[in-house]
């Protein structure tokens, strides 16, 4: 059957209540004839280059589906998985919660640094990590890649995603590493890697970059990644 892009306009639900899209290259919720790479934007809502960056990769990835003009491997995309945080510009979700350390992984830690990086009452506390971990448990991607922004950098978390990450810097001249440079307990990062074996890619863009210049700089490496040639 050929492929196509399924939307899901309500596929989740935030803490508030606002519904979460979600697309992904099938006919189906399932099928796929290789496991997907998940790409995610939005986490932090006061980081709109992410969300940009998501949006654009869709517009990408529709245009391709009509041309057909590159076989695309598989993918899910979320845009936005924190839509009441974008709405206020605020890093946290409607609770509060930074959902970036509210993953139930091993390492999951009750402390913060400050305000901001609250991890929920407890770990998996909010509706929208509990959406993305059931959905990492129904779909199994192989990859998991989401977009940030803070200084330049591609931060893979699993060695195994070391190749993808060195493939998505591919023309940015951003730096390509292991560590973000400090502890991130509960993360997205963690969980994929500590918890499931699913390396992840955290992508983070230049702070209050343009938001116009986001899918430049990305736009090479994600085309590599997504039809295999940078492999």
Known sequence: MQQSIFH??????????TSIELYKKSHSLSGFSEPPILFIGGVH??????VRLAVELLKWLQENEKTQSQNIRPWILIPDINPDGSAQKQRMNANGVDLNRNFPSKDWSPEAKAPRYYPGPS????KEVQALVKLIEDEKPHLIVHFHSWEPCVVYTGAPGKKAAEILA?????ECREDIGYPTPGSLGQYGWLDKQIPVICIEEQ???ALDKVWPHFKQGLELLLTGRGN
Do not use: C, F, L, V
Not at 8 to 17: D, I, L, V, Y
Not at 45 to 50: K, T, V
Not at 123 to 126: D, I
Not at 170 to 174: D, H, Q, V
């Open 170 to 174: 591919t023309g940015t001249g951003y």
């Open 8 to 17: 899901q306009t309500s596929w989740a639900k935030t803490a508030s209540g």
């Open 123 to 126: 770990p998996g506390s909010e």
């Open 45 to 50: 809502g006061d980081e709109p280059e992410g």
């Open 207 to 209: 702070e209050s970059t």
